[in-house]
């Protein structure tokens, strides 16, 4: 008898278990999707910038009409893509290289880097990129922890059971890269 209750007391502490355990991959599973949201609403804030970065650079260097041209194609792909961090990492990289070139464009004309409307504009650029790295950080903080226990025994067993796979991580280059100050002696 007291046999039976050891078991019965095993299996329904292995039962409980398996349920937090389960639960607790259904809450990090909405983290992870919840931390997407934000990165995708920063991303989105960064595309809304970038027609008005490029007519404003434009009105000074329309001779450029390739890297516009560039910059507008990249930004309409990434735009397209959307809830599915490995199909948006590609396009943002895109993305990325060409509002470079189009801040590349805009240091070959000084009236322009004198321009009110461009310089907010590339300030309001500099802190969505800010926000759109913290929002990837906090992502890929909730992938970490939840990739861990799906690879960790034995939370691996029941992510294995109930189809909870790794999650990817989401890597981003900043638009406008930081560097250090140049001092001249």
């Known amino acids: 008898m007291i046999v039976l209750i050891v078991i019965a ?6 039962l409980v278990w398996a349920l937090a355990s389960y639960n607790r991959f259904v809450r990090q599973d909405h983290y992870i999707d919840n931390s997407w949201s934000n990165v995708e609403t920063e991303l989105q804030r960064r595309h809304e910038l970038i027609p008005n970065l490029v007519a404003t650079v434009r009105a000074y260097a329309d001779h450029e009409q390739e890297t516009f041209t560039n910059v ?11 809830h ?12 990325v290289r060409g ?5 590349a464009v805009s240091e070959r004309y000084p009236s322009l880097l004198a321009d009110g409307r461009f310089l907010d504009l590339q300030r309001q650029l500099v802190v969505t990129e800010d926000r759109i790295q913290a ?3 906090l992502y890929n903080g909730n992938v970490r922890d939840y990739n861990q226990r799906v690879e960790s025994v034995p939370s691996a067993l029941i992510a294995r059971l109930t189809g909870y ?3 990817d991580y989401f890597e981003l280059d900043e ?11």
């Open 84 to 95: 599915d961090p490995a199909a948006q990492e590609p396009v943002e990289q895109q993305l």
């Open 165 to 167: 796979p790794r999650r």
């Open 72 to 82: 507008i194609a990249a930004r309409a792909d990434a735009a397209a893509v959307a």
């Open 135 to 137: 929002s990837r950080r």
């Open 175 to 185: 638009a406008i890269p930081r560097s250090a100050p140049q001092i001249s002696v």
């Open 9 to 14: 007391a095993v299996a329904v502490f292995l």
């Open 99 to 103: 509002v470079r070139q189009l801040m």
